[in-house]
């Protein structure tokens, strides 16, 4: 019955015993039988190895892709180019494995890869301190209120209605377990409003959430809301994209005090969604309220140069009512990509892929237009992403373009009502200008 796990009849015997059960069957009591599996499972027989293979190849062939299909969907995941020598370099055994260092001074590879990604994310935010990740740009999103919370001792946060959806839900569910109310404010033409901002900030605001680029692909005023932020004694919160800090000024030299995102565009694959990694920075008065891990550098007593977690803040290792994170993966194999996706670009490539995104973002933008086929949504200045409200069904147009092998874009419907048949278009630097303007040519003949 149980053919792959290697105890005698005499050893089952004994541990039925111990437990006070008559047989093996005893043990799933609780179940009920009319759920219970009756019978063999209708598997097929048995395959070769080749066969199982072909067979395989045969299913992840029906699957769509960006291998398969050209993509222009973002909302918050999106297709960049990953140069090949990341893959070449993940795949060495000693960072594939990477994992959480439980007894951290032994593991200085570990530790000086977190140290080196933890620079790069600071140098490209204009922030202090930043951590060794967290899960994801949606779990960032929550955590960064918290900090907030904790260290201005305020109850409430304020977010952008521009915001992602999906990251201002889970913010939400942040809340409702930690006290703290959520109050959302508009937008105009598609940027935050800084009256409607100006008009519910309260003494009890612990601080001030936006996104920029935002979830519309638009750029905010990050001075003007810091400004507005911190007149009240909020903190900012920017969410951004980290593929954006290559041409756009850094949050944290614009009065960011809290800098979070998703990290996926920095050399990670969209992955059908997951693992991603969240980056989270902060300026130094916030350094000991941060989740997660931080790697600090220091000498030996030799006086070597070495790593070492520092100022630690998990339940592990501390009282846990003094706790700031509870986090046991850190997304360190994702954080390695990042690290190693930046050093590969360097300062210059990483402003060319931002360069070339927002060039061929605006490209795209034009030619829909002037198709008449598009209306713009907004005039406000947009970096890979942007969105037009179509003529027509934007759920028929996206299926006859899978059709042709082209991955639509994003209906803005599904998240803001008001915006019915509107289309949120990304994109990215790996689009070419045939693959543009074969889209236009399959949007029309539609």
């Excluded at 693992?275 to 550098?297: C, N």
């Excluded at 002037?370 to 069904?393: C, H, I, M, Q, W």
Aim: proline share 4%; with cysteine.
């Amino acid at each position: 019955m149980h053919q792959y796990i290697p105890n005698s009849d005499a050893s089952k015997a004994a541990m039925l015993a111990d437990i006070g059960a008559a047989d093996i069957e005893a043990l799933f009591a609780s179940i009920p039988k009319q759920v219970r599996q009756n019978g063999d499972i209708n598997l097929p027989t048995a395959m070769s190895e080749m066969d199982v293979i072909r067979h395989i190849k045969s299913l992840a062939n029906k699957s769509i892709s960006t291998e398969t299909h050209t993509c222009f969907l973002g909302a918050g995941a999106y297709d960049h180019f990953t140069p090949s020598v990341i893959d070449h370099m993940l795949l060495r055994q000693e960072f594939y494995t990477a994992y959480t260092p439980y007894q951290p001074e032994i593991s200085q590879g570990t530790l000086q890869a977190m140290f080196e990604y933890q620079t790069m994310i600071c140098m490209l935010t204009g922030m202090d301190v930043s951590n060794a990740s967290v899960y994801d740009g949606a779990s960032a999103f929550g955590d960064a209120a918290l900090v907030a919370c904790n260290s201005t001792r305020r109850s409430e946060v304020m977010v952008a209605q521009s915001a992602n959806p999906q990251y201002r839900a889970v913010l939400k569910t942040y809340a409702q377990f930690n006290d703290i109310k959520v109050t959302e404010f508009g937008h105009a033409d598609g940027q935050i409003d800084m009256a409607d901002i100006a008009g519910k900030i309260t003494d009890s605001t612990a601080a001030v959430i936006i996104q920029s680029p935002n979830f519309f692909g638009i750029i905010e005023d990050i001075a003007q809301a810091a400004e507005l932020a911190h007149s009240r004694g909020a903190l900012l919160i920017v969410s951004c994209d980290p593929i954006s800090l290559g041409l756009i000024k850094p949050p944290g030299d614009l009065g960011a005090d809290i800098v979070i995102g998703e990290g996926q565009a920095l050399g990670n694959g969209l992955n059908f969604g997951g693992p991603y990694l969240g980056f989270f920075a902060v300026k130094d008065k916030l350094l000991r309220k941060i989740p997660g891990r931080i790697v600090g550098e220091t000498t030996d007593r030799n006086g070597k140069r070495g790593f070492v977690l520092t100022v630690q803040t998990r339940e592990q290792h501390i009282r846990r009512e003094k706790a700031t994170s509870n986090i046991c993966s850190n997304q360190a194999l994702n954080a390695l990509t990042a690290a190693m996706y930046l050093t590969a670009l360097g300062k210059h490539g990483l402003s060319e892929v931002a360069h070339q995104c927002i060039q061929k973002a605006n490209y795209a933008y034009n030619r829909l237009i002037d198709t008449g086929l598009f209306s713009p949504v907004f005039s406000a200045p947009f970096f890979k992403e942007f969105a037009l409200r179509y003529n027509g069904d934007i759920a028929e147009l996206n299926a006859k373009l899978l059709e042709q092998g082209i991955i639509g874009g994003y209906d803005l419907s599904s998240d803001y009502p008001e915006y019915k048949n509107t289309w949120l278009l990304a994109v990215t630097e790996k689009r070419t200008k045939a693959e543009i303007d074969t889209m236009i040519e399959k949007v029309v003949a539609s």
